[in-house]
Every structure is written in structure tokens, then in C-alpha cells.
């Protein structure tokens, strides 16, 4: 515990945790979008601890976290191990989901609650644990790469879902509320989609490009959102 080396480490740990449990955010406030007010913090909470438990759950099974790394085929020389296999998988599925949305979105059907249907929650619930077991693998495999101390992991990760908890309903009410910045967060979510099935096929894309694009595009928009408001805030003359 007195070791600065591990304090800088957990801090460092944290900080890449919270980054990258942005796509896992903005994934889970769209979904969440689509439920009856009523029911959404409920359910944000629900996801975001499944995403705590499948991360820790994850770390326990280190070492067949590790074995995921072994080819299980090739395709002309080229290995697919079961990462490859779960990116893929994980990529292929958030470009669908994200390309429905965004048509959904233009098309004006998307912000509909679902209503009535006794499934809508159940449905909502499998995709939000579908997609946070791609996001945790890609978590845990970082924090192992970058930390040796487990401890150190399991508290990094738990504080990043606390940041994540605490910032969800704000980020959920914000993209709900603005429809250019919610096709911004599903823009987002595509190329993430992309960048997963890219290393896949073992083509690593830096994630950090895509975070400072949408970065910008985000900071431009909220700069538009705030002339808006401006305008229409001032008497007509």
C-alpha cells in the first residue's frame, strides 16, 4: 500500500478503464432510450453492474483469458483465436445495431419507447450483455497488459464502474435530449464496431484517432447546441 509505483499504476489502470468504458456508455444509454422513462435508471444500473461483474468475472478466469489468445484455425496462414473470433462477433454486431438506430433515428421511429411489449426489457438486457462481455474482454486484456498486480485491476475496474454509474444518467439525458448528438454517439459506436472487427483480422486500428474525432465532432456540436439556445434566448428584435 505504500508503494507509489502501484498508487501511479492504479491511477493510471483507472483512467484507461474510464475511457474505455465510454462505448460501453453511450451503447448502454441508447438502449436504454428505448425503454419507458419508468424503468430506465433501473436498468442502466442493472447493465452497468453486469459490465462490474463480467470484468471481474473475466479477471478470476485469467488464465483462460490468456488461452484466448491461442489459434484455434487458420485462413491462409492467418490465425483466428477465440478473441479474434469474440471482436469479430462483438464488431459485426455493434455495426448492425448502430446502422439500424441511426436509420431508426432518421427515420423518426427510433425514439419510441417500446411500450407494451412484455420482451422489450428481456431484449434490451441480452444485447447489453452481449455487448458489454466484447467490452470487458477488450478491458481486461488492457489491464492486464499494462498491470501485474491483480488487486490493482479489480480496483481500477470497480472504480471506473463507479465513474461510470455516476455519469450514465446525465450522458443518457444529454443524448436523449439532442438527436445530432445522439447520430454522433451511434456514428461512434459503428466505428468502434469497425475498429473491433478490424482487430479481428488483426489489423490494430488506434483507438485513441477515433476517440479525439468524435471528441471534436462532440465539442463542435455542443458548441452549436449552446448558438442555438443563445438565439433563441435573445428578444426578437
Known sequence: MLDPD???????LSAMEIVLGIDNIVFLSILV?????????????L??????GMRLGLLAAISWIMRLEDSLFFVSSHGFSGKDLILIGGGLFLIAKATHEIHGTMEGDADAPDVGKSRSRGMIMLQIV?????????SVITAVGMVDNIWV????MVIAVGVMLFAAGTI??????????KVLALSFLLLIGVV?????????????????????????????IRGMKRRVAEPAR
Open 6 to 12: 502501484l498508487w501511479v499504476a492504479l491511477l493510471t
Open 33 to 45: 432510450g428505448r425503454l419507458p422513462a419508468d424503468q430506465r435508471p433501473a436498468t442502466r444500473r
Open 47 to 52: 447493465g452497468l453492474m453486469l459490465a462490474l
Open 130 to 138: 452481449v455487448i458489454d462481455l466484447v467490452f470487458s474482454l477488450d
Open 153 to 156: 485491476m479489480v480496483a481500477a
Open 172 to 181: 443518457s439525458e444529454f443524448v436523449e435530449r439532442h438527436p445530432t448528438v
Open 196 to 224: 473491433l472487427v478490424a482487430d479481428g483480422f488483426a489489423q490494430h486500428i488506434n483507438k485513441g484517432y477515433i476517440y479525439f474525432a468524435m471528441a471534436f465532432a462532440l465539442f463542435v456540436e455542443i458548441l452549436k
